[in-house]
Every structure is written in C-alpha cells, then in structure tokens.
C-alpha cells in the first residue's frame, strides 16, 4: 500500500461517510469497514482510522476529543459536509458505491425498479437515498438500540425525526435532528403523543395519561425518564423545543418542558 500520500477531497468525503455511518466505539483499524475502506483507498487501516479520529476532533457533538493533526482540507471537508447535507450525504454515497463497483440502487438497498426516467427519477432516488444513509447515521449513532427502551431489533427501529422532514430542508440529515426509536414509540412521537424535555426525559400527553393505565404502561413506564444518550450527534435542544411547541399534542404542565 502507498503510504505518506496526500488525502484528497474525494478520499475525505467517503471518510466522513464512514464516520458519520459506523458506532463512535468502531473508530478502530480492526473495524472491518474501516479495513474495507483502507484497501478500496490503497491506505493502511491505521491510516483511515487515525482520520476518523481527527473528525472526532472536529465534530462539536462530542464532549470528548481525538486526534489533534488535522489539516486545513480536512475542516474544509467536515464543514462542506455539515453545512450542506443534502447534497454531501448523496454525493458520499455514489462515491462509496463506485469503489465497490456497485450500482447505487443496490449499495443503498433502495428500490429504483418503478420509477421514471428523467429528472423525476433523480429527484426521487436522491431523496432515498438520503433517507436511507439518515436511517444509517442515526442506527449506529445510537448503537442500533431505541433511545428509551433499549429495544435491539433492527427491524423494528425507526430512524425518527425531530423536526420533520417537509419542515426544514436544510436539517433534514443532520444527525442532531434525529432520535432512534422503535416503531410504537416513533408513532407516538410523529403524532405528538409524546416528546422530550430539555433534560431529554419523556413527555406524555395527557391523551395517553387519561388512557386505561394497564393498557398503556408501555408509555406510562417510561414517562419523565430520560432517554438512552449518544457519544455523538446529541440531539439538538432547539429541535426538541421545535417538537413540543409545534407537533406535540396535549394539555401539559409547562414545568415539564422547562430548562431547569
């Protein structure tokens, strides 16, 4: 493998790709995507793993930091990608299907076989595609576990929306704008029967308070517990508040959804 050479843009995008898409706790040469990408790239396993850390101490999310040798294109990278998620995520995603020789239909896992040809088909696919690479942030993000539960079946978890999607464009992928749950409980909180304080504690509405208790202790179980965290990409405060004061639904005790 070449070894010392200069990363350029091209190799920096599908790295935030892998960063932003594999658990904070695999940021390690072991990593079997972190050693598939190293010999796609022609670079050591350490070499991609060590840039990795370096985004780890760029990201603002964490409370903790990397790496601390990071050049000037890998913050013009990171900030590209940050501030323009619609177009970055995509863009990383059609990189890493080319270095497996993959059609991107079949790379995402989305399904491409109705759709018509032209720019409605573009449109459409780059949607999907982005609502999947989304569902794969937000997943390893929180460990493939529901934020309040712990449920561990991938196939019953939901990558949820604080904000939602057709509100606000610009924070459509951002990873802070996203929660893990599973599908009773993402439901529930895109119909705004339950949310989130600031504290990240669950909210209940009174909906759902007046109900009969033992027919819904799978939400009254969780009321005022605070949610399962992540490492990175915490979910964004001013989103939740978005959330409370605009999609949840009830007659609540303002208190609640204070800053204490």
């Known amino acids: 493998m070449t070894k010392g050479k200069a990363w350029t843009r091209s190799e920096l995008i599908l790295a935030v790709n892998l960063y932003c898409k594999i658990p904070f706790g695999k940021i390690d040469m072991k990593t ?142 951002n990873p802070s704008n996203g929660l893990c749950l599973n599908a009773l409980h993402d439901r529930a909180f895109d119909k705004g029967l339950i949310s989130f304080s600031d504290q990240y504690e669950m909210l209940i509405a009174e909906r759902i308070k007046k109900s009969e208790p033992e027919k819904v202790d799978f939400f009254l179980r969780y009321h005022k517990q605070k949610i399962d965290l992540p490492k990175r990409f915490l979910p964004n405060k001013d989103f939740l508040a978005y959330h409370r004061n605009n999609i949840f639904k009830a007659e609540i005790n303002k208190n609640e959804t204070k800053s204490k």
């Open 32 to 173: 079997p995507e972190v050693i598939q990408l190293a010999q796609r790239l022609d670079r050591t396993p350490g070499s991609i793993s060590y840039k990795l850390a370096n985004f780890a101490s760029i990201d603002p999310t964490l409370p903790r930091k990397g790496a601390s040798n990071v050049s000037r294109l890998d913050i013009e990278v990171w900030q590209e990608f940050f501030d323009n998620w619609d177009d970055l995520a995509f863009e990383s995603e059609k990189k890493a299907a080319e270095i497996q020789n993959v059609p991107l239909d079949k790379f995402t896992g989305i399904d491409t076989g109705n759709l018509p040809i032209g720019e409605t088909r573009e449109r459409t696919v780059k949607v999907r595609v982005n609502q999947q690479f989304f569902r794969k942030m937000i997943l390893s993000t929180y460990d493939y576990r529901c934020c309040i539960t712990g449920l561990p079946i991938e196939d019953l978890l939901v990558a949820s929306h604080i904000i939602p999607w057709s509100k606000d464009k610009k924070n459509r992928l």
